[in-house]
Nanobody, 116 residues
């Protein structure tokens, strides 16, 4: 059974930083594209960043230069380092695991609130 468990969210002031973690079990992250998505109230879910099985990463324009996605295959965990946070980054952040020809999986999400 596949499980994705996010952690690291919380309340942070504008300009602050957080590091999110997504611990995977049941599947190896190294053979999947792992992504971080976010969903704010009343808005559609949107891709924030992703890292492919080959280790290539891509980012949404609105986080380029501020967020960094990484992975630790020994821990089967993906991270999202978020710096220079803005109030508009407030959302539930969700971890996603996918591979062509296979089912995709979602975590439950972790709340990030950026407010003074």
């Amino acid at each position: 059974q596949v499980q994705l468990v996010e952690s690291g969210g919380g309340l942070v002031q504008p300009g602050g930083s957080l590091r999110l973690s997504c611990a995977a079990s049941g599947r190896s992250i190294i053979i999947h594209t792992m992504g971080w998505f976010r969903q704010a109230p009343g808005k559609e879910r949107e891709l924030v960043a992703a890292i492919t099985s080959g280790g290539s990463s891509n980012y949404a324009d609105f986080v380029k230069g501020r967020f960094t996605i990484s992975r630790d295959v020994t821990k089967n965990t993906v991270y999202l380092q978020m710096n220079s946070l803005k109030p508009e980054d407030t959302a539930v952040y969700l971890c996603n695991m996918k591979r062509i020809g296979a089912a995709q999986y979602w975590g439950q999400g972790t709340q990030v609130t950026v407010s003074s």
